[in-house]
């Protein structure tokens, strides 16, 4: 039991450590010697990045959200066993992206790490999901719902083709932070 406990406690401050670790700050601090949370939306994510700095900020700042989620699930899968703790892992990935601690718990929407995670613990997820969005933007002409419908597919394809519940369940729990953490697009503000 103690050992578990120090297991979990292990993944968790690894993956929240490497999760802290936002692509879209570090890449306009460094290119352009601004901080992004004040520029264009103030979000710290991939489509700010690209805002303030060009295609190069998006693509760099996808890179680096990604790897940092492929990096916390292979080394977990490197040195411990169980669908839990990759869950586990891929969980702290995603909060210390929200919720970095050296930028004030202000990150980004968690989007490239949610994808990420898919990508590497359930793969073909990734390509029902691609299908799924031409599928609903072709019918919606909506990016971002279609985006939303898309990702919606990713725990329902794992569960259906996947042989792990804890994958699957994992998974939906990813996606509803995920969602969560763009309520203003899915409900928008009211302006006064």
């Excluded at 991939?46 to 998006?58: C, D, E, L, Q």
């Excluded at 210390?96 to 073909?124: C, D, M, R, T």
């Excluded at 597919?153 to 083709?161: D, L």
């Amino acid at each position: 039991m103690i050992d578990d406990v120090w297991t979990a406690l292990m993944v968790m401050i690894f993956s929240y450590t490497l999760g802290s670790v936002t692509g879209a700050y570090y890449v306009v601090k460094y290119i352009a010697k601004e901080d992004i949370r004040i520029k264009g939306s103030g979000n710290v994510g991939a489509t700010n990045a690209g805002r303030a700095i060009g295609k190069k900020g998006f693509l760099l700042t996808i890179a680096i959200d990604a790897v940092k989620a492929w990096a916390a699930l292979y080394v977990t899968g490197l040195i411990f066993q169980g669908d839990g703790l990759f869950i586990l892992s891929a969980f702290c990935v995603l909060i210390g992206h929200l919720f970095p601690i050296q930028l004030g718990f202000h990150g980004g929407k968690g989007v490239v790490v949610y994808l990420a995670s898919a990508l590497f613990l359930e793969p073909v997820t990734i390509a029902i999901m691609a299908i799924t969005m031409g599928i609903a933007y072709a019918v919606l002409r909506k990016y971002t719902l279609s985006g939303f419908i898309a990702m919606a597919s990713i725990p329902i394809t794992a569960w259906v083709i996947g042989d792990s519940f804890i994958i699957s369940a994992g998974l939906l729990l990813l996606l509803l932070i995920v969602l969560i953490s763009h309520t203003h697009f899915i409900m928008p503000k009211h302006r006064r």
